[in-house]
Each structure stands twice: as C-alpha cells, then as structure tokens.
C-alpha cells in the first residue's frame, strides 16, 4: 500500500505547487513546459518504453498527436482552476472525471453498466453540482471557477479515452506517454518562444526549477500509480478506489487545512457522494 500512498501523495503535491506558483511568482506556462522534460526524460530513464511499437505503419499517430495537445492545455486549465477554485473542488472534480471514462466505456469500449456503476454514476453527477457550488452563497456567481472545474472534469476523462484507444491499438502505455512527453514539450517549448517574441515573458531560472519539480511530482505520481498495480495484481478495484479516495481526503485536507480553502456544506456533501460514488464505481462487479 505505500505505493498508493507515494502516488497520491505526488498527486496532491502537484496540487500544492500550482497553489504556490502565484505566491511565489512563478509563471505556470514555463512551470508546464520544463515539467514535460523532466516527465520524458524520467521516462526514458526508469520506464525505457519500447520504440519499435510506434515504428509500424499502423501507429495511432492521431491519438498520439490529440493526448500530446491535451495534457499541456489542461495541465495550464488545472493550474487555473487551482488557482481560482481551490485545491479541494479541483482534486474532486479531477478524480470524478472517471463517470465520463465510465460513460465512454459503456458506449465506445462495450462495458456493461451493472447496478452498482449505475449507482456510482448518479451520486456523482450529484457530487460534480455540488462541487460546482461556491463556498460562499453570497458571493457573486463565479462563471469561469465553474467553467475551469467542468474543464478540469471533461480534460481528465478525455485523456482517458485517448489512453484507452491507444491500449485498443496495441500501443504500451510507457511508448505512448513517452512520445506525448516528449510532443508536449517541444509544442510547449514553441509556445514559449511566441510568448517571449510577442508578449516579452522572459524565461527564468525559478520557474525551471519550479517545472522541473512539477515535473518528478507529476511522474511520481504516475509511476507509483503503476507499481500499486503491479505489486497488488489481484486487487486492481482496491488500488484504483485507494487511489481515487485518498486523493480527495488528502486534497481536502491540505486545501482546509494548510490554505485555509472554505467549503459549503453543499461542497462537504459533494465530496462525501464523490467518495461513496468512486467506492461503488470502483468495487463493482466486471
């Protein structure tokens, strides 16, 4: 179990930094582009993914193409919805993308939806209108916080999709991420040519390093994420409800208790159906 504990502990981290970066003056578009480097060169090193997969002619170059464009985009949304939102309406509405993964699961993937899934569904879609609520019910209607979180909800399942597809295309997860890695920071990189050409953003020494972190905790997370699987392989509904779960009670913990981040009672009673959805969601029967 302490790989999951190791994943979900880089998960909220990642989190955390983001929430720093404006206090600390770091730029999040340069902490995004030098966490991509970091994230491929990691890869290379520890993960070493087969080349050849992505040789033949028959390589899902588009599902590549289309999760290289995704991740930087919302890794810059989740670091605008932390920013704006808090990290524990973020992390819930990150975690509960998987009713979208769910849903394209029964419909492209040919998943059967048993009662418990059903179930799981309904409580949290309930739990993403709660999460959407703001903290304070006299404050004016925050549209573009809930618009970051509805993007942060659909990003996440999109990736899913992509990763699934390219799982159906016999591509190995490490091959695929090391390329999207890769794709991502170059696109990025070009990104931040045009940013210091046309808005005079410099690069700095800070925000590397700042991206440079991002970017073990962003592998971290995934790696451990792995390993969890790997070192429980009898138990995957465990991990992945482990995983999901602790994310959320950590992510609410750090963002009340170390940021001082407020919730509604409807936002407390989102994250409880979030928890509960994620358990039956996890734990059903396949």
């Not at 699987?229 to 482990?242: I, T, Y």
Request: aromatic share 8%.
């Amino acid at each position: 179990m302490h790989f999951i504990l190791l994943s979900m502990t880089c998960s909220v981290l990642v989190s955390v930094l983001l929430k720093l970066a404006p206090r600390r003056g770091w730029d999040a578009g340069q902490m995004v582009t030098w966490n991509y480097l970091a994230a491929a060169m990691l890869s290379a090193w520890l993960q070493r993914p087969p080349p050849a997969a992505l040789r033949h002619g028959d390589a899902p170059w588009p599902e590549l193409l289309a999760l290289a464009f995704v991740l930087p985009t919302l890794f810059l949304v989740l670091a605008a919805a932390v920013r704006r939102s808090g990290i524990v309406r973020t992390d819930v509405a990150q975690r509960l993308s998987l009713l979208l993964s769910l849903g394209a699961a029964f419909l492209l993937f040919g998943e059967q939806a048993g009662p418990m899934k059903l179930a799981g569904l309904a409580l949290g879609l309930c739990a993403v209108v709660g999460i959407l609520a703001r903290p304070d019910s006299h404050a004016a209607p925050d549209r573009r916080g809930w618009m970051l979180l509805l993007a942060v909800w659909i990003g996440y399942a999109v990736v899913d999709v992509l990763l699934k597809r390219l799982a159906v295309a016999g591509t190995p997860a490490t091959a695929a991420l090391q390329v999207a890695f890769v794709l991502a920071f170059l696109g990025m990189l070009l990104w931040q040519g045009w940013r210091r050409l046309r808005h005079g953003v410099r690069p700095g020494l800070r925000h590397i390093a700042a991206g440079l972190l991002l970017g073990v905790l962003n592998f971290g997370n995934i790696v451990f994420y792995v390993r969890a699987h790997q070192s429980l392989p009898e138990s995957p509904a465990v991990v992945f409800a482990s995983m999901n779960i602790g994310v959320v009670v950590l992510g609410t913990a750090v963002g009340v208790l170390a940021f001082g981040e407020k919730t509604s009672t409807l936002n407390r009673i989102a994250i409880a159906l979030a928890v509960l959805a994620i358990a039956l969601i996890s734990l059903a029967p396949r």
